[in-house]
């Protein structure tokens, strides 16, 4: 090599994941779900996704939040997810009725509480907390795990993610193309524009400032079915 050239620098997302660091990640599977599905017609890739954010760093945890119906049979996907090096946590999505709601029931399910205790308890064993959410709701999660001595990444889709997660963390790292492949029966689905056109922009583009609750797209998208791991990642 020609000793005047240089070599390129490093971006700031490579070189957090060489700096010597004990990491735990937390995955709002929801979140990342509805984001790929509606805005990207994508389903992500959870292998690759588990890399990249590791890098060369020591892996505490990587833990999975899952919503499910009782009706919807997704093992396979948590087989697959557990097979990666994930922990899973399941809860029910409930149902309850509602003479108020137009369809007479509201649905419910949120692991927020649940990834926050998981977090803060973790953080005495942490030097970085991975948040793959785009939800503004864990904005004091990420303030907290700070005043615990954390680092704090928030890894998401830019277009769903709510300016003040972004702000409030230490770094944030966009999903890229390479994390998500294109699944076809996602593309010209009517339910989606009713979703999306609640979402917002700003000035400089269209940006989606966070996702509905999962209970009202469940309700507007008709399905709560999850992304199967593609097999590269297996």
């Given at each position: 090599m020609n000793g005047n050239m240089q070599a390129p620098p490093l971006s700031s997302t490579f070189i957090a994941r060489t700096f010597p660091q004990r990491l735990g990640i937390f995955i709002d599977i929801q979140n990342m779900f509805y984001s790929a599905k509606l805005l990207h017609q994508s389903k992500i890739d959870y292998g690759r996704l588990l890399s990249?954010?590791?890098?060369?760093?020591?892996?505490?945890?990587?833990?999975?939040?899952?919503?499910?119906?009782?009706?919807?049979?997704?093992?396979?996907?948590?087989?697959?997810?557990?097979?990666?090096?994930?922990?899973?946590?399941?809860?029910?999505?409930?149902?309850?009725?509602?003479?108020?709601?137009?369809?007479?029931?509201?649905?419910?399910?949120?692991?927020?509480?649940?990834?926050?205790?998981?977090?803060?308890?973790?953080?005495p064993k942490m030097d970085t907390a991975a948040l793959v959410t785009g939800d503004?709701?864990?904005?004091?999660?990420?303030?907290?795990?700070?005043?615990?001595?954390?680092?704090?990444?928030?890894?998401?889709?830019?277009?769903?993610?709510?300016?003040?997660?972004?702000?409030?963390?230490?770094?944030?790292?966009?999903i890229q193309d390479s994390w998500i492949f294109?699944?076809?029966?996602?593309?010209?689905?009517?339910?989606f524009s009713g979703a999306i056109s609640r979402l917002g922009s700003t000035s400089s583009g269209q940006v989606y400032e966070g996702l509905p609750h999962d209970e009202e797209l469940d309700a507007e998208v008709g399905e709560t079915s999850f992304p199967a791991v593609s097999s590269s990642s297996i």
């Open positions: 990249e954010i590791v890098g060369n760093r020591r892996l505490v945890r990587a833990i999975a939040y899952i919503v499910q119906k009782a009706d919807v049979n997704q093992a396979s996907f948590h087989e697959a997810l557990s097979r990666l090096g994930y922990e899973l946590r399941v809860k029910e999505l409930k149902i309850r009725a509602d003479a108020e709601n137009r369809n007479g029931a509201t649905a419910k399910g949120s692991w927020e509480v649940g990834m926050t205790i998981d977090a803060l308890t973790m953080a503004g709701d864990y904005v004091p999660l990420v303030e907290a795990l700070k005043a615990h001595g954390c680092r704090v990444e928030v890894i998401s889709f830019s277009r769903s993610t709510a300016s003040e997660l972004v702000k409030a963390a230490d770094q944030y790292i966009p294109k699944e076809k029966k996602f593309e010209n689905a009517p339910a």
